[in-house]
T-cell receptor
Framework: KNEVEQSPQNLTAQEGEFITINCSYS?????LHWLQQHPGGGIVSLFM???GKKKHGRLIATINIQEKHSSLHITASHPRDSAVYIC??????????FGEGTQLTVNP | KAGVTQTPRYLIKTRGQQVTLSCSPI?????VSWYQQTPGQGLQFLFEYFSETQRNKGNFPGRFSGRQFSNSRSEMNVSTLELGDSALYLC????????????FGPGTRLTVT
């Protein structure tokens, strides 16, 4: 079992839909990243959080440390949101451990 | 501020050769981490350098090595390349290492034939 698991692996949505991507982890963590990777490989850090909730534009990230679970929400999805979304956790040894990623496709 | 840069962006090597990849962090950032991304294994941590010292290492064979210079630029080297080393190699810089925001470079896509 991977230390970091994401669901779903693939997600197809229509423009304007509300999207949720989930991340569960089995280790103790200090913080969690949500990353976005576009075709071509470049990775952008969307959020780093260790408790509660953060919002940036149409993106919202939440984390529940007790339940070892985080969610990334996208409101009013747009085709330009199409990308791979990756959850990564800071665990012991100060290293990032990554989930397998969620491929999101938003159709116009 | 300029972002993280990596050179070269693409590289084709033959099995058995060695390769050196370069990463220039954001100005003022002292930590550089390296990651390997493959379709089968996803993203995996290779190592982290901070102030010219390797501070953390992932579970990779000794063929993978790196170093950091006094200006925080970092290089990673892979010797005796294997077909399975074909991957996207990403570096990320952060202000001070540890649990800080990571800024990723565009990656170097290495193909081993």
């Amino acid at each position: 079992k991977n230390e970091v698991e994401q669901s779903p692996q693939n997600l197809t949505a229509q423009e304007g839909e509300f999207i949720t991507i989930n991340c569960s982890y089995s280790v103790g963590i200090s913080a969690l990243h949500w990353l976005q990777q576009h075709p071509g490989g470049g990775i952008v850090s969307l959020f780093m959080l260790s408790s509660g909730k953060k919002k940036h534009g149409r993106l919202i990230a939440t984390i529940n440390i007790q339940e070892k679970h985080s969610s990334l929400h996208i409101t009013a999805s747009h085709p330009r949101d199409s990308a791979v979304y990756i959850c990564a956790v800071w665990s012991s040894g100060s290293r990032l451990t990554f989930g397998e990623g969620t491929q999101l496709t938003v159709n116009p | 501020k300029a972002g993280v840069t990596q050179t070269p962006r693409y590289l084709i090597k033959t099995r058995g050769q060695q390769v050196t990849l370069s990463c220039s962090p954001i100005s003022g950032h002292r930590s550089v981490s390296w990651y390997q991304q493959t379709p089968g294994q996803g993203l995996q941590f290779l190592f982290e350098y901070f102030s010219e010292t390797q501070r953390n290492k992932g579970n990779f064979p000794g063929r993978f090595s790196g170093r950091q210079f006094s200006n925080s630029r970092s290089e990673m080297n892979v010797s005796t390349l294997e077909l399975g080393d074909s991957a996207l190699y990403l570096c990320a810089s952060s202000l001070d290492g540890g649990i800080y925001e990571q800024y990723f470079g565009p990656g170097t896509r290495l193909t081993v034939t």
